[in-house]
């Protein structure tokens, strides 16, 4: 992320003249992805449920875009720094109406078939050995706190009114999340915890939250097909990289959380490991092409997401 100034601008951010009615990195990713997918729904639009209801939203998506960078001002500029939120939100879910028609059969047998190639084992079945109520309680705390770990660095920044950087981690966030998007599209799979089931020897119990926090989970995500790649891992491997800038102290904190959501999404049996080396894969090939292609589509982000 870029160096800035400690000095308050002589005018509010909102009024800067470069950024009033230009688009942003983060408006040309999201466009371009609201208009790709919306070409596959046309392309597909017989096999889909409601596809000219999706449509419709994505028209709809990219006019409320439009109109904040043509009409600028405080509400606007606040609007355009936090909408990759709910607009991110919107495409994961949209993946559960999309994937069944389009793709019609899962690859969990594919990615099981990898991990117990590479491990000679089911690496869930295996971790069972390991298995204790405490220690299933505390992963799936990590796990289930995924996206608030995310956000706090996009806060953070924020807060201190690091306007330029908290844009870059706006733009490596939803290209983080969009990318594994296309992924789950590519190799559709739903996780170990269902293809797998029948060889689990116990069932994961924890402590007090666990059940109620899985519960909340599956409502949320057992629709989708959402493994390949993990994005927890990627996701989170993203944060810990920015969290960087933040603090030495966090940037510890976000290692460590890290290495536990890694080894939480394989025990509570989310992931195959295949899943979990694919997301970091990503994640790294994120941090190093991110900052170029932030700079091709905005020129004075040239250093930014370099530093």
Known sequence: MAEVSSLEPAQAPWQEPGLRAAWWPVDRLIAGYLILTGLLIGVYFP?????????????????????????????????????????????????????????????????????????????????????????????????????????????????????????????????????????????????PRFLLASLQHTRLEGLWLFHWLQGTLDRLESAHYDCFPSGHTELTVLACWGSRKISKRL????????????????YLRYHYTIDVFAGLVLAVALIITSPYLYQFWEKRGSRIGRS
């Open 47 to 191: 096999r889909i449920p409601g596809a000219g209801g999706l449509l419709a939203l994505h028209g709809a998506g990219i006019l409320l875009m439009i109109a904040a960078v043509r009409r600028p001002g405080r509400a606007s500029w606040v609007f355009r720094h936090w909408y990759p939120l709910p607009y991110v939100a919107a495409c994961y879910k949209e993946m559960a109406i999309l994937i069944p028609p389009i793709r019609g059969a899962d690859l969990d047998r594919e990615l099981a078939l990898v991990d117990y190639r590479i491990w000679g084992a089911h690496p869930t079945v295996w971790l069972e050995r390991l298995q204790t109520p405490a220690l299933t309680e505390f992963l799936q705390v990590v796990y289930s706190l995924f996206v608030p770990v995310v956000l706090l660095i996009a806060y953070l920044v924020w807060r201190q009114r690091r306007y330029p950087e908290f844009r870059y981690y706006a733009f490596l966030i939803a290209l983080g999340f969009l990318v594994s998007y296309a992924g789950y599209l590519l190799v559709p799979a739903r996780g």
């Open 251 to 266: 940037f510890g904190a976000y290692l460590a959380y890290t290495a536990c959501i890694i080894f939480a999404t394989v």
